[in-house]
C-alpha cells in the first residue's frame, strides 16, 4: 500500500495519485463507479445485452403473401380482414415488398385505380433473417412503427410475419426484449404516431 511518503513522485497536481492516497483514510468505500474508473483495465458488462432468443424461436404468421399482379381491392380487403397496416407481396416464391394502407388511401382519395398492385409496392420495408435476434427485431419494428415485420430466408423467401404481440409473449424468456418494451412502454413516442 502506498504511504504519505510516496506523494512526491507523483506530478501534475496530484493526478495519477493511488485511490490510497487521493482518500481520507477515514473515508466510506469508494462507490464501484470510482473503483471501474480506477481499475487497470475498466470491466465491461456483459450479458443478455444482445439477447438470447433468435426470430425463429417464436412463432410467426403464416407467409400468407399477395401477387404484385393482384388488385388493389385483394390488398384491401386482406389488410381489412387482418386488421393490419401492410400486406405482403411475392413472386416466385421470392419476397418483394409490401403495400400500405397509405398507398391503398392515396388511391381512393386520387379517385384512380391501378391496375394491379406492382404500382403501389413499395420495398421500403423492415425485414429480419430467421436467425436474427428477436430484440433487433423488436428495435425494427418500434423504429419503423409497424406491428409486423416479414422474415426473409437467404434465398429471398417470405418464412413468415413476425408479430409484435408474439415478440412481447417472448419478453419472459429474453431480458433484453423485456428491456426494450419497458423503455418503449414509458416512452412518449408511443403516442406519437400510430403503429402499422
Request: charged letters at 20%.
Amino acid at each position: 500500500m502506498a504511504a504519505i511518503s510516496d506523494i512526491g513522485q507523483f506530478s501534475e497536481s496530484g493526478r495519477g495519485l493511488p485511490i490510497a492516497l487521493s482518500r481520507p483514510g477515514g473515508a466510506l468505500p469508494y462507490s464501484p463507479i470510482v473503483r471501474q474508473a480506477y481499475a487497470a483495465q475498466p470491466h465491461a458488462r456483459l450479458g443478455w445485452g444482445q439477447g438470447v432468443v433468435s426470430v425463429a424461436d417464436v412463432t410467426l404468421e403464416p407467409p400468407d403473401a399477395l401477387a404484385p399482379t393482384d388488385s388493389l381491392r385483394d390488398a384491401a380487403r386482406r389488410m381489412l380482414r387482418e386488421e393490419a397496416g401492410f400486406a405482403p407481396i411475392c413472386a416466385d416464391g421470392r419476397f418483394l415488398g409490401a403495400v400500405f394502407v397509405d398507398a391503398v388511401l392515396e388511391c381512393v382519395a386520387d379517385d384512380r385505380t391501378p391496375p394491379n398492385l406492382a404500382s403501389v409496392l413499395t420495398t421500403q420495408i423492415p425485414t429480419c433473417a430467421p436467425y436474427s435476434a428477436l430484440v433487433d427485431a423488436v428495435r425494427q419494428m418500434i423504429s419503423c412503427y409497424v406491428r409486423k415485420i416479414p422474415v426473409v430466408g437467404d434465398a429471398g423467401e417470405l418464412v413468415g410475419l413476425l408479430t409484435l404481440s408474439e415478440a412481447g409473449a417472448a419478453a419472459a424468456r429474453d431480458p433484453a426484449v423485456a428491456d426494450v418494451f419497458e423503455r418503449f412502454a414509458s416512452s412518449p413516442s408511443l403516442f406519437a404516431r400510430r403503429m402499422r
